[in-house]
Structures are given as structure tokens and as C-alpha cells.
């Protein structure tokens, strides 16, 4: 047997720096850092309006991607890592995918106001004969689930 493919999951933006820091606020995830090898890319040529300064950190103004705190490059590009991306169009409507965040019934309300607080809206409630979860919609109106 062969060994498990690698993924990320990626998110089309309007704005990828905000999407990154509310979704590694949300996971306790960090955003990646890059600035030694976007200097070099820009030593090397690239012109520097693909190159944004967030949080007094060099990025690639139309992305950034967030990973486990403590997690190397390579390890990150086998999984759990997200990437938001800049795309010119706004959200059409309901995602096809989203993320369930398992963070137990005990934390949920708890983990709803802190969601709620770092930008997040409530969607709504749910609560049937599979399960409870709340689902809320990240800054840029991207369905997420607590349960």
C-alpha cells in the first residue's frame, strides 16, 4: 500500500490575510511565515507588488496559508494545512464544503462566543436525531459547524 496523498484545503477570498488570521485565530493554527524566501524571490526579481507587509511580515499579496503551531513545511503540505487564495468574484452562495470544528458539547457555546467575537455571524442552530451543532459563517460568509 502506497502512503496517504497529501492535501491542503483552500479557501477563495476577497481578502486571504483577514480569512488567515480569523481561521488560525479560530483553530489555534498560526499563519505561515515566508520572509526570508519572499526576499530572495524579490532579490531575484519578482516585482514587488505581488508582495504585501502584514503584521510587519512580507507575503504574497493574493495568499497566505495557516498550519498547526509547530508544524514544518513539509509535514504541512501533507495535511491540515489551509490556503486562502484572492479570487475576483464574491461568494455566489452556499458553500459545498465547509469545516466542522469538534470541540465537544460542553465547549460549544463557549467556542460560538469566541468565534462570534473574532468576526464570525450565527447562522443557526440545529438539533435533530443526528446530532446538535451550531453553524456560523467565517467574516466572508463561509459556513463553518461547532459541535
Known sequence: MSDPIGFQVTFDAADPHAQARFWAAALGYEVELHDDFIRAQLAAGV????????DGHLHWRTACAIRPPGVADEEARRGRRLLFQTVPEPKPGKNRLHLDLN???ERVEEEVERLLGLGASLLYRYEGPEGRWVT???PEGNELCLQ
Do not use: M, Q, R, S
Open 136 to 138: 456560523l459563517a467565517d
Open 103 to 105: 470541540v465537544g458539547a
Open 47 to 54: 516585482p514587488a507588488e505581488v508582495v504585501i507587509e502584514v
